[in-house]
C-alpha cells in the first residue's frame, strides 16, 4: 500500500461504546495528525505527533485518546462520545511538523464516524 | 463563474469555462497559503501553494493569487473539466511552527 491508509472507512458506534480508528503511513514520514471534519466547518486540527511524541492537543477533549507507537502508526481511541462527535476524522502525515513549505501534509481518506 | 468569499458554499460553472474560488484568511502574519481539493469519498490533496513573498504562482491549468492587502486568496483554473468537481478550501499558517487554519472551502460543481 501507498500514501496514507486508514481503518475502518465507516463507523457507527453508541455513546457507550469503546473504539478506536488506526492510520498508517508508507512515506516515512515523521510527523502526524488527527483532524476533525464536520459537516459545513473547517478542518480542525486534532493532535499532532512528531517522532512519536505528542507536540500538540488542540484543546481536544479526554474521551478522544491518541496513540502514536511508532512514527507509521497513528491511532485514535474514542470513548463515551457525543452524537456532536460525527465527522470525518482525517490522518495526515509530513516529513517535519516544524516548518510548512516543502513539508505537504498527505491526508489519508478519513473515517467516516456515527454516534447514535 | 466565481465565487464570494467563504459565504458562498457552492459554484457551479459550465465545463470548459474558467473557474474562480476566494478566500479570507483571518491572520495578516500568515506567511504561507495553501489550496486543497476533496473529492467526494477522499482526504484533501494539495494543489498549489504560495509563500507570501509573492502575489501570484500558476501550476498546471491553476492559479493562485495572493492579496496580502486585504487578505484574500483566489485560486482559478482554466478550462474547468468535470475532474475538478471537489469542494476546495484554503488554508494559511505561519511557515515556522505555525498550525494550518482551514477554511470552509467551496463546492465546485461542473457541468457538462
Known amino acids: 500500500e501507498t500514501g496514507v491508509t486508514q481503518t475502518p472507512r465507516h463507523l457507527v458506534m453508541g455513546m457507550t461504546n469503546k473504539k478506536s480508528l488506526k492510520c498508517e503511513q508508507h512515506l516515512g514520514h515523521n510527523a502526524m495528525y488527527w483532524y476533525k471534519q464536520s459537516a459545513k466547518k473547517p478542518l480542525e486540527l486534532m493532535f499532532v505527533?512528531?517522532?512519536?511524541?505528542?507536540?500538540e492537543n488542540n484543546s481536544v477533549p479526554s474521551r478522544f485518546s491518541p496513540e502514536c507507537p511508532n512514527s507509521s502508526h497513528l491511532f485514535l481511541h474514542l470513548h463515551t462520545l457525543q452524537p456532536e462527535d460525527s465527522a470525518l476524522y482525517l490522518c495526515a502525515s509530513s516529513q517535519d511538523h516544524r516548518l510548512a513549505v516543502y513539508n505537504e501534509q498527505f491526508f489519508g481518506p478519513g473515517t467516516r464516524l456515527t454516534v447514535l | 463563474g466565481e465565487s464570494v468569499g467563504l459565504h458562498l458554499p457552492t459554484l457551479s460553472v459550465q465545463e470548459g469555462d474558467n473557474s474562480i474560488i476566494n478566500c479570507a484568511y483571518s491572520n495578516s502574519a500568515s506567511d504561507y497559503f495553501i489550496w486543497y481539493k476533496q473529492e467526494s469519498g477522499k482526504g484533501p490533496q494539495f494543489i498549489i501553494d504560495?509563500?507570501?513573498?509573492?502575489d501570484k504562482r500558476q501550476g498546471q491549468r491553476v492559479t493562485v493569487l495572493l492579496n496580502k492587502t486585504v487578505k484574500h486568496l483566489s485560486l482559478q483554473i482554466a478550462a474547468t473539466q468535470p475532474g475538478d468537481s471537489a469542494v476546495y478550501f484554503c488554508a494559511e499558517t505561519l511557515n515556522q511552527g505555525g498550525k494550518l487554519i482551514f477554511g470552509q472551502g467551496t463546492e465546485l460543481s461542473v457541468k457538462p
Open positions: 504560495i509563500r507570501s513573498n509573492m
Open positions: 505527533y512528531n517522532f512519536k511524541e505528542q507536540t
